[in-house]
């Protein structure tokens, strides 16, 4: 079945620090890869999404390439802020729009310390 | 636009009871999913609804069903209650249909199973 890896967490960096949240998939087919961010209290909102191979989703400064050689989806930020800090989902699922079943992976905690 | 709202935020219920959770999709919106997130993992997906039928289902047992209305509010239930349904419980609407538009997501409601 469909199944997606994430980076072990929490992960904690200095504000202004590189970030690399580490996205791995297991899927038949051209899924489409998504990144979603739960700020504290509240539900998930898409920061990110990549409809195809070699694709690139960027939002709010994050980044993510859709690498179809190593089912890989990896998230960066060249520069972090505090208000960041949030936990981060890696997501697939097997077509463009929301009305697909999205397949999850655990989440990556991400804390910034000014 | 209210977005996406659940209610009720969070829930207390004893094991063997039964429990209905609310979700009102955002405007325009016409397709209902719900998500079981468990403390520390990701969301997983337990059923879509659409004209006001289950069109997907994840690996849940029939203990969880759910409902739509005509104006695409949705329920979900769940009987007998275990220990092990205590989570949050995430419901997101998108467009079926709609071309690139993603689903967004209530804030959710917390159970807990005592």
């Known amino acids: 079945g469909n199944s997606v890896t994430q980076m072990e967490g929490p992960v904690t960096l200095s504000e202004e620090a590189f970030l690399t949240i580490n996205c791995t998939y297991t899927a038949t087919g051209y899924p489409s890869l998504f990144w979603y961010v739960q700020y504290p209290g509240e539900g998930l909102q898409l920061l990110l999404k990549a409809t195809k191979a070699d694709d690139k989703g960027s939002n709010k400064g994050f980044e993510a390439t859709y690498r179809k050689e190593t089912t890989s989806f990896h998230l960066e930020k060249g520069s972090v802020q505090v208000s960041d800090s949030a936990v981060y989902f890696c997501a697939l699922s097997y077509r463009n729009f929301g009305n697909e079943k999205l397949t999850f992976g655990t989440g990556t905690r991400l804390t910034i310390i000014p | 636009d209210a977005g996406v709202t659940q209610s009720p935020t969070h829930l207390i219920k004893t094991r063997g009871q039964q429990v209905t959770l609310r979700c009102s999709p955002k405007s325009g919106h016409d397709t209902v999913s719900w998500y079981q997130q468990a403390l520390g993992q990701g969301p997983q997906f337990i059923f879509q609804y659409y004209e006001e039928e289950e069109r997907q289902r994840g690996n849940f047992p029939d203990r969880f069903s759910g409902h739509q209305f005509p104006n695409y509010s949705s329920e979900l239930n769940v009987n007998a209650l275990l220990l092990g349904d205590s989570a949050l419980y995430l419901c997101?609407?998108?467009?079926?249909?709609?071309?690139?538009?993603?689903?967004?997501f209530g804030q959710g409601t917390r159970l807990t199973v005592v």
């Open positions: 997101a609407s998108s467009l079926l249909g709609g071309r690139n538009t993603e689903a967004f």
